[in-house]
């Protein structure tokens, strides 16, 4: 079974988690800086300080140049 979401990512995440009951979520960081993350915002970010679970973000190493 599948279920499509619509809208806004970060509060649709957030829908999920709820919806599934989750513990636990990962998810991945694209590296964007300062600058676009104020213009354009941070689902990572949004999703960190509202799901209802424990959240982790894993940065890519090669957007974040390590």
Same mark, same amino acid.
């Not at 919806?19 to 991945?28: A, E, N, S, T």
């Given at each position: 079974?599948?279920?499509?979401?619509?809208?806004?990512?970060?509060?649709? #995440?957030?829908?999920?988690?709820?919806? #599934?009951? #989750?513990?636990?979520?990962?998810?991945?960081?694209?590296?964007?800086?300062?600058?676009?993350?104020?213009?354009?915002?941070?689902?990572?970010?949004?999703?960190?300080?509202?799901?209802?679970? #424990?959240?982790?973000?894993?940065?890519?190493?090669?957007?974040?140049?390590?």
């Amino acid at each position: 079974m599948a279920k499509i979401y619509w809208g806004d990512a970060g509060e649709r #995440l957030c829908e999920v988690v709820g919806d #599934l009951k #989750l513990d636990y979520l990962v998810m991945g960081s694209r590296g964007l800086g300062t600058i676009q993350r104020v213009l354009i915002g941070s689902v990572s970010y949004y999703v960190m300080v509202n799901a209802t679970c #424990l959240v982790t973000i894993v940065k890519d190493p090669i957007a974040h140049g390590f």
